[in-house]
């Protein structure tokens, strides 16, 4: 693809130094439908990226435009904090018929602002204020948001000395297969728990990621998940899943913890359950845990209404039948864990294995810099893809579930090419 220099000046003189991804692929992007984005040349660019699992439905899609703009046009309200409205009320009662009621899930619903790391610290704050204690306990290379709150229960050193301040509160504990197997689950964790010497403070939560996806497409077992569930209930300790980026269907079902057979006391989802990209976020947790007072925690954008509007729109287009939907993201992972292993195959010397789970996959490379060479050919070939990892040595696969065969097909074809081209 020949890529004529796009015009940049008043991003990179007016906007601040902190962007990054545009840093990665250095056009403007004009529009986008389904999994192709075009940029103001009209070139064009096959999504693997996804708004980082923001648009689990692709971009614009066709559903969720139609209802969004019925809404707008019959001048719905747009912004009502956390007043009653009927997007609100819809959405609610097709979360509640749709997704909780089939799958046994008790959970009180509280929207807590915009973004994922809303959700994460209106989760922290509760789970402090049920127990009455301060510490939390998460795992290594975690991430959970760029807040202060979330940051101090978030792995990575480089993010993590952005808060520019010290990050307490927090205990990191080794994540499944961090120790390579070779010391048995959750041993380190309950002997700090048991020992009066430990220094450890008694935690009020544990708060998990069912796949890490900042921290490099890491896997959590079910076996694992099922015994980290089950300390947390001997130790009094709340179990909190960050589903930000892995729930919304991106491992295959609705949440991702569906598969371990858990039912944490608190779940943050944010990212695709507006379904079109829109800001949103719920912090879930079971009734008992609901000892807010009015106000307590608020956010001026926790009501946005035409969010509610697609999020209630996706769940019935591709919920009411979520076998359907979970099916469709199994066999697309499967094509994709099958392309994957031919890489690897190809490549031995350079990558050190591939992993994954639904529709999130990652190579890890040896040579920590190839990734980042990898996604930058990749886009001058026309596909975006990210890296992730505590050294960015993950190439990052995040397609929309809605994404077809073909373009799946195109796309492998294409990473496939770019690690050739860049070994």
Known sequence: MTITQPDLSVFETLESEVRSYCRGWPTVFDRAQGSR????????????????????????????????????????????????????????????????????????????????????????????????????VSFTNAFHGMSLGSLAVTGNAFKRAGAGIPLVHGTPMPFDNYLDGRT????????????????????????????QGEGGINVARAEWLRKLADVCERWDMLLIVDDIQMGCGRTGAFFSFEEAGITPDIVTVSKSISGYGLPMSLCLFKPELDVWEPGEHNGTFRGNNPAFVTAAAALEAYWTDGSAMEKQTRARGEQVEQVLASIVEENRADIKEFRGRGLVWGIEFLDKDRASAVAKRAFELGLLI????????????????????????????????AVRETA
């Open 386 to 417: 990210e890296t992730s990892g505590p050294e960015g040595e993950v190439v990052k696969l995040l397609p929309a579930l809605t994404i077809t065969p073909e373009e799946l097909d195109e796309g492998l074809r294409t990473l496939a090419r």
């Open 37 to 136: 984005m075009f940029d103001e040349d009209g070139h064009e660019y096959l999504d693997f990226f996804a708004g980082a699992g923001s648009l689990n439905y692709g971009h614009n899609n066709p559903v969720l435009k139609r209802a969004l703009i019925d809404y707008l046009e019959r001048d719905g309200i747009a912004h009502g904090l956390d007043m009653s409205t009927t997007a609100k009320r819809a959405f609610l009662e097709s979360f509640q018929n749709i997704i909780l009621r089939p799958r046994d899930l008790p959970y009180k619903v509280m929207f807590p602002g915009p973004t994922g790391t809303n959700a994460v610290e209106s989760a922290l704050k509760l789970a402090r204020k049920v127990k009455g204690r301060e510490s939390i």
């Open 184 to 211: 048995p689950d959750f041993i380190w964790f309950e002997r700090l728990l048991e020992d009066q010497g430990s220094g450890l403070n008694q935690p009020a939560a544990v708060i998990v990621e069912t796949v």
